[in-house]
């Protein structure tokens, strides 16, 4: 049986906005909800506050882009979170983001963005892990220090979708966590791939959370044509057009689980199968499919 998770939404203006959601989503019965970092408020300090304010349902970044942040400070802030949560309930999800997004806003080239990305995981995999300890000197970035925090540690996932990253996750992280992509690319290369990079570290079976966007609806065709848009917006980036062509689709929206719950429950079932640990259910469309949905999510529960 996987694991179920919700979509926090990228949309939240304040604290309690984040608070709230976490608060509904653990009324219905989630397990855990994902938020991610973007131009609005930190994601890390809104989920400290969330992990206190509403006890037992998990937390997790999908994902802080590592740009702008050293691992020392932003592993204080995961063991703040973690600390704040209790045992177990927080994992922190770090990435690269988009070429636009890292030298747009930061200032950071992307042509060597993954060198930059295995220091940053090398020194957050030693301080989130039991040593509390970092010594890295790359090209990068150096990172030499024994934390004292004693907490028990929070999960760590990359959002990894290129070979490349791919190993570095299952070799310095517990796993990853995906978007816009398919069930044949997780098949036949995320989970082979971080799998035996895992393996080959000598770290356990990697944690693979998969996130799709998902509609129960009695009206199919009427909801891909409203979601299409939505999902042509991510598909333009360069690294979900990638994705998608691996997949062998041209309409991102055929990504997309959209029908009655019998054809959504359907093509769940497939997800255990290829190694996937958790679905992350990114849901969408009306007031009422979303409410529709949200409800046949928490009574599948991973089937």
């Not at 609005?40 to 969330?50: F, I, Q, Y």
């Not at 042509?111 to 220091?119: A, C, H, I, K």
Request: glycine content about 12%; overall charge negative; hydrophobic content about 45%.
């Amino acid at each position: 049986m996987i694991g179920l998770s919700v979509w926090g939404g990228s949309d939240t203006a304040t604290v309690d906005d984040v608070v709230t959601r976490v608060r509904t989503a653990a009324s219905e019965g989630f397990p855990s909800i994902w938020f991610p970092q973007t131009a609005g408020l930190d994601a890390l300090t809104a989920l400290a506050v969330a992990a206190v304010s509403v006890p037992t349902i998990r937390l997790g970044t999908a994902v802080v882009p590592i740009q702008g942040r050293h691992p020392i400070p932003l592993a204080q802030q995961a063991l703040t979170v973690a600390d704040a949560a209790g045992p177990g309930r927080f994992t922190l999800g770090v990435g690269v983001t988009h070429a636009v997004v890292s030298e747009g806003w930061y200032g950071v080239p992307y042509r060597d963005v993954v060198t930059l990305f295995g220091e940053e995981l090398e020194a957050l995999d030693g301080l989130l892990s039991t040593r509390r300890q970092a010594e890295v000197e790359g090209a990068h970035l150096t990172a030499r220090l024994k934390l004292s925090v004693p907490v028990a540690p929070p999960g760590l996932v990359v959002a990894a979708l290129g070979p490349k990253m791919l190993r570095l996750a299952g070799r310095l992280s517990d796993g990853t966590v995906t978007w816009m992509t398919g069930p044949k690319t997780l098949a036949t290369q995320v989970v082979p791939q971080i799998t035996a990079a895992a393996a080959e570290a000598g770290r356990p079976a990697p944690r693979v959370i998969a996130g799709l966007p998902i509609c129960v609806t009695g009206s199919r065709e009427e909801a891909r044509d409203r979601i299409r848009p939505i999902l042509a917006g991510s598909a333009r980036m360069p690294s979900y057009g990638r994705q998608l062509a691996a997949e062998g689709l041209d309409d991102p929206v055929d990504l997309a689980y959209i029908g009655d719950e019998a054809e959504v429950a359907g093509r769940l079932a497939s997800l255990e199968g290829i190694g996937v640990t958790e679905l992350l259910a990114n849901v969408i469309g009306t007031e009422e499919e979303v409410a529709r949905t949200r409800s046949f999510l928490v009574q599948w529960d991973g089937g």
